[in-house]
C-alpha cells in the first residue's frame, strides 16, 4: 500500500480556514470531529449543571418545569447523538487508517459529507431552543403519545426528529465507511488476529450502527408522519403507545454498547502500553466484543419490564441481559490480568483507565440488579437508573475517552499535555463523579423518579441531592482544567517525537502528528505489535 | 515526597474510601434504610422484591468488592518503582486458555443462580400466590396530572386512594392520554399506565398507614407534581370511607365533594386554586365553565390555541357525566369561581 499517488489539489483547499472546511483527510475530519463533540459535551454538561442546581435543594425555583424538561431532552439527546457517537467516530475516523496502515479511509469523500451532517444535526437540535414553545421536552426517549402533536405541539419535537435523522445518517454513512475500511484496506500482514483491538471494537460499533440505526430512522419517520401528516401509526387503536417503545429499544439499547465498546477498545490500547506488558487475552477480548455486541440486540425491553409484558417475556429479557454481563466481565478481568505484574506508567491515560475500571464495575453490577426485573419493578424510572447509566455512560465511557485523548493527544498534535493538569483533572473528576451519582442510587431507592423538576422531601434525601449536586459543580471545575490543559498544550506544549509512550501499534511509527499521506513505508505487519516488533529488531541489530 | 509515597498515599486514601462509603452510609442510616434497599414493605409482594434485592445486592457487592481490591492491589503491588526503567517490560505473558475458561464459566453460573431464585420467586413478586377469592379489584388512571381511582360500584376518587389492610388488591392500570406509571414504594413496585391497555398490579396491603407515591414514567410539564397517597385503613374503616362516597351521582355532598377533588386535582394545578392563573391562563368567572356542553368538549378534546402559550390537556376523557355535572356544581358553589348568575351557563 505505499504506493504514492498524488492528485492536484486547487489552492483554495490550502488555506487555513478553507484547507478544514474543504478537507477530506481522515485525520483532519476526526479532529473536527473530536473538537466539535467535545463543544457539544461542554454545552450539555452546561445544562446539566443547571438542572442540578435546580435540584440542589427542595423546591428550588431556578428553571422552571418546562425548561427543566426541554433541558433534560437536550442534554440526553446531545450527549447521546452529538458527543459521545460522534466523538468515537472521530476517534476511529482518526486512528483506523493509521492503525491498520491505511492511506486513509476508503470513501473519503463520505467521510467528510458525515462529518458536516453531523454538525448540522447538532446545530440544529441546539437551536431548537429558539423554536416556538422551545426545544422538545418529551425526553431523550421521546416516548408516544407524549411526542406526538397532540401532547407536544409546537416545532420542538420536529426539530428534534430532523436532527435525529441527520446525525443517523451522520453516522450510517460513517459506519459503512468503516467497515468498508477495516475489511480492505488492511496493510499486508494485518490479519483480523492482528489488528488493534480499538480496530475490533470500531467494527462492531459500525456493524451494530448499520444494524440499529434504520429502527430509530424508521420509528422517527413514523412518528413525524403521525405529527405532520395526520397518519396514526402510535395510535391506541393501531401500533400503540408500546410499539414506539419496542422500536426505540431495539436500537437504544445496542446504541449502548456502540457507545461503551469504542472506549473498552481504547482501554485495551492504553492499559499494555502503560502497564508494558501485551494485552492479556487477546483473542478473548476481541470475541467479547463480539458476544457483547451480539447480545446486545436481544436485550432491549429490559428498558421496559413495567409495562405490562408477559411473565415469558420478562424471564427472557432478563436472562439476555445477563447474558451481556459475561462478555462484559471477560473484559473487566483480562484488563486487571494485564496489569498483572506489569511496570504501571501512573500516567493520565493510565489513571483514566483505571477510573474506567473502577467505575464500570460498579455501573455493570447495578446493571446485573436492574436485569433482575423484580428490582427493577422499584427501580426503574427512579434515580438508580439515572445513577446506574452515568456510571456506565460517564464512568465508563467518558473516563475511556479522556484516556484516549490524552494517550493520543501527542499523535494528533506534536505535543505533550501538561501531566499535572491532567492529574488534577482526573482527581476532580473522579471525587466529582462519585459525590455525584453515588447518592443518586440511594435516592431511587428511596423514591425518587428520575426526570422531575422538583421535590418537597428534606432530611436525608434533600442531603443527597445537595452532594449530587455539589459533586456536579466539581466535574465542571475538572472540565474546565481539561479545557485549559488542551488549548495550552496545543499551542506551547512541548514537542514530542513519533513515539513517546513506547507503543505497540502503527499510529506511533508515522510521525507526530502524521503527515497528509500517513507513511512513507508501512512496516511488514508480523504480530498484533507491529512498533514493539520493530523496536526489538532495532535493539538486536544495535546490540 | 517521592513519587512512590504519593501513588501509596493516594491508593491507600482510594481504598479506604472505597470502604467507607457502604459503612458511613449504613450507621448515617439508623431508622430506615437511607436508601440503601427499596422502602416497600408494606405487603408481601413489595417484601419479596425486597428479598430478591438483597440476595442479588450481596452477590454484587461480593463482587464489586473483590474487583475493586484487586484492582487497588495490583495497582499497589505493580506500580513501576523508581529504579525501573521506563523501557522495561513486563513479563511477555499473552494470555491461558484455563483462566478465561474458569472466569467465563463462574460469572455464567452467578447469573444461572441468581435467574433461578428469581424465577422462583416470581409468584410472591407478582402476588400471583395465595387465596385472592375476596380480592378488591380499583381501576387506576393516569392522568396528565392527577390520578383517579374508581371503586368497584363505581365511586370516584381523586389522588388518594383508601384501601383495607389484609385484603389482596388487583389495580387495573390505564390511561386515557400519555404513559404514567403508578408507584407507590412503600407498597410494592411500579406499574405504567398505558392508554388502550390494562395492567395489573397485585398486592396486599399489610400494615395501616399512610404511604406516598407518585407518577414515574415523564408524562409532560407537571410529571413531577403528580403525587398520590395510599391509606391503609382497617376494613371497618374502609366500608366508612367508601360509604362516605356514595351518591356522589346525586346533588348533594357527595357530588360537591367529587367536584371540590376533582377541581383541586386536575384544573387547580395549572390555572391555580382560585382559579387565577399559573402555568395555564385565569379561568375564574368564565361562562365555559358552567356550560356543560363546552366543558365537556374542553376536557376531551383538550385546547390548544397558537397565540396562547401550552395547552390544555384532555384531562377528562373517561370521566362519566356525574363527574362533569359535579366539577360545574362545584364551581358554582365556589365565589370564586362561579361566573356570576346568567352568565353562560345554559340554565
Ligand atoms: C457533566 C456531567 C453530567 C451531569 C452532572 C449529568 C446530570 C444529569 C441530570 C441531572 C440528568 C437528569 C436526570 C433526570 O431529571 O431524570 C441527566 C440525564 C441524562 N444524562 Fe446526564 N449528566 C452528565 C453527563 C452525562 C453524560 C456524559 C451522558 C452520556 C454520555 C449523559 C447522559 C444522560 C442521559 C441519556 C440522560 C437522560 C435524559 C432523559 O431522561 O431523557 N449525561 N444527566
Ligand atoms: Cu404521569
Known amino acids: ?543 | 515526597m517521592g513519587r512512590r509515597t504519593v501513588v501509596v498515599i493516594v491508593a491507600a486514601v482510594a481504598a479506604l474510601g472505597l470502604a467507607a462509603v457502604p459503612i458511613l452510609l449504613a450507621l448515617a442510616a439508623p431508622a430506615d434504610l437511607g436508601g440503601l434497599a427499596p422502602a416497600g414493605d408494606g405487603s408481601p409482594s413489595g417484601e419479596a422484591i425486597n428479598e430478591l434485592y438483597w440476595f442479588v445486592f450481596g452477590i454484587c457487592a461480593v463482587v464489586f468488592v473483590l474487583v475493586e481490591a484487586t484492582l487497588v492491589l495490583f495497582v499497589l503491588r505493580f506500580r513501576r518503582r523508581p529504579e525501573t526503567a521506563a523501557e522495561t517490560e513486563g513479563p511477555q505473558i499473552h494470555g491461558n486458555t484455563r483462566l478465561e475458561i474458569i472466569w467465563t464459566i463462574i460469572p455464567a453460573v452467578i447469573l444461572v443462580v441468581i435467574a433461578v431464585v428469581v424465577l422462583a420467586r416470581s409468584p410472591a413478586v407478582e402476588a400471583t400466590d395465595g387465596d385472592r377469592s375476596n380480592e378488591l379489584v380499583v381501576r387506576v388512571e393516569g392522568h396528565q396530572f392527577y390520578w383517579r381511582y374508581v371503586y368497584p360500584d363505581g365511586e370516584i376518587a381523586l389522588d388518594t386512594l383508601v384501601l383495607p389492610v389484609g385484603r389482596p388488591v388487583r389495580l387495573e392500570i390505564t390511561s386515557y392520554d400519555v404513559n404514567h406509571s403508578w408507584w407507590v414504594p412503600d407498597l410494592t413496585g411500579k406499574r405504567d399506565a398505558i392508554a388502550g391497555q390494562v395492567n395489573d398490579l397485585r398486592l396486599t396491603p399489610r400494615r395501616e398507614g399512610s404511604f406516598d407515591g407518585g407518577c414515574a414514567e415523564l408524562c409532560g410539564i407537571l410529571h413531577a407534581v403528580m403525587p398520590t397517597t395510599v391509606e391503609v385503613v382497617s376494613e371497618e374503616e374502609f366500608g366508612d370511607r367508601l360509604g362516605a362516597l356514595g351518591g356522589q351521582d346525586e346533588s348533594g355532598d357527595s357530588q360537591l365533594a367529587l367536584g371540590e377533588a376533582t377541581w383541586e386535582a386536575s384544573c387547580a394545578k395549572c390555572h391555580g386554586p382560585e382559579g387565577a392563573g399559573d402555568i395555564g391562563p385565569p379561568v375564574a368567572r368564565l361562562g365555559t365553565l358552567v356550560d356543560e356542553e363546552a366543558l365537556r368538549e374542553l376536557v376531551t378534546e383538550g385546547l390548544d390555541n397558537p397565540d396562547v402559550e401550552g395547552y390544555m390537556p384532555p384531562v377528562g376523557r373517561g370521566w362519566p357525566d356525574f363527574q362533569l355535572q359535579a366539577l360545574i356544581e362545584y364551581i358554582r358553589s365556589n365565589e370564586a369561581l362561579a361566573p356570576p348568575e346568567g352568565d353562560g351557563g345554559g340554565r
Open chain 1, 1 to 543: 500500500m505505499a504506493v504514492r499517488t498524488e492528485t492536484a489539489v486547487p489552492s483554495w483547499r490550502e488555506g487555513r480556514v478553507t484547507g478544514w472546511l474543504t478537507t477530506v483527510d481522515h485525520k483532519r475530519i476526526g479532529i473536527l470531529y473530536i473538537v466539535t463533540s467535545f463543544v457539544f459535551f461542554f454545552a450539555s454538561g452546561l445544562m446539566a449543571v443547571l438542572m442540578r442546581a435546580q435540584l440542589s435543594q427542595a423546591g428550588n425555583e431556578i428553571v422552571t418545569e418546562d425548561s427543566y424538561n426541554q433541558l433534560l431532552t437536550i442534554h440526553g439527546t446531545a450527549m447521546i447523538f452529538l458527543f459521545v457517537v460522534p466523538i468515537l467516530a472521530g476517534f476511529g475516523n482518526y486512528l483506523v487508517p493509521l492503525m491498520i496502515g491505511a492511506r486513509d479511509m476508503a470513501f473519503p469523500r463520505l467521510n467528510a459529507a458525515s462529518y458536516w451532517l453531523f454538525l448540522l444535526g447538532g446545530l440544529v437540535i441546539f437551536s431548537s431552543f429558539f423554536a416556538d414553545s422551545g426545544a422538545a421536552n418529551s425526553g431523550w426517549t421521546a416516548y408516544t403519545p407524549l411526542s406526538t402533536d397532540e401532547f407536544s405541539p409546537g416545532t420542538g419535537q420536529d426539530l428534534w426528529i430532523l436532527g435525529l435523522h441527520l446525525t443517523s445518517l451522520s453516522s450510517l454513512a460513517g459506519a459503512i465507511n468503516f467497515i468498508v475500511t477495516i475489511h480492505n484496506m488492511r496493510t499486508p500482514g494485518m490479519t483480523w488476529m492482528r489488528i488493534p483491538l480499538f480496530v475490533w471494537a470500531i467494527e462492531a460499533y459500525a456493524v451494530l450502527l448499520v444494524l440499529v440505526l434504520p429502527t430509530i430512522s424508521a420509528a422517527v419517520t413514523l412518528l413525524l408522519l403521525d405529527r405532520q401528516v395526520g397518519t396514526e401509526f402510535f395510535a391506541v387503536e393501531n401500533g400503540g403507545p408500546v410499539l414506539w417503545q419496542h422500536m426505540f429499544w431495539f436500537f437504544g439499547h445496542p446504541e449502548v454498547y456502540i457507545m461503551v465498546l469504542p472506549a473498552m477498545g481504547m482501554l485495551s490500547e492504553v492499559i499494555p502500553v502503560f502497564a508494558r506488558k501485551p494485552i492479556f487475552g487477546y483473542k478473548a477480548i476481541a470475541f467479547s466484543t463480539i458476544g457483547i455486541a451480539f447480545a446486545s440486540m436481544l436485550v432491549w425491553a429490559h428498558h421496559m419490564f413495567t409495562v405490562g409484558l408477559p411473565d415469558y417475556l420478562q424471564a427472557w429479557f432478563m436472562i439476555t441481559s445477563f447474558s451481556v454481563a459475561v462478555p462484559t466481565a471477560i473484559k473487566i478481568f483480562n484488563w486487571l490480568a494485564t496489569l498483572w505484574r506489569g511496570h504501571l506508567w501512573f500516567r493520565a491515560p493510565l489513571l483514566f483507565c483505571l477510573g474506567f475500571i473502577a467505575l464500570f464495575t460498579m455501573g455493570g453490577l447495578s446493571g446485573i440488579m436492574l436485569a433482575t426485573y423484580p428490582v427493577d419493578y422499584q427501580a426503574h424510572d427512579s434515580y438508580y437508573v439515572v445513577a446506574h447509566f452515568h456510571y456506565v455512560l460517564f464512568g465508563g465511557t467518558v473516563f475511556g475517552i479522556f484516556a484516549g485523548t490524552y494517550y493520543w493527544f501527542p499523535k494528533m498534535t506534536g505535543r505533550m499535555y501538561d501531566e499535572r493538569l491532567a492529574v488534577t483533572h482526573f482527581w476532580l473528576m473522579f471525587i466529582g463523579f462519585n459525590a455525584a451519582f453515588l447518592p443518586q442510587h440511594m435516592l431511587g431507592l428511596m423514591g425518587m423518579q428520575r426526570r422531575i423538576y422538583t421535590y418537597d422531601r428534606g432530611g436525608l434525601f434533600e442531603w443527597y441531592n445537595l452532594v449530587s449536586s455539589l459533586g456536579s459543580f466539581l466535574m465542571a471545575l475538572a472540565i474546565l482544567v481539561f479545557v485549559w490543559n488542551m488549548a495550552k498544550s496545543w499551542r506551547s506544549g512541548t514537542r514530542v517525537g513519533n513515539d513517546p509512550w513506547g507503543a505497540d501499534t502503527l499510529e506511533w511509527y508515522a510521525t507526530s502528528p502524521p503527515a497528509p499521506h500517513n507513511f512513507d513505508r508501512v512496516p511488514y505487519v508480523s504480530s498484533s505489535r507491529p512498533v514493539r516488533d520493530l523496536r526489538q529488531r532495532l535493539r538486536e541489530n544495535g546490540s
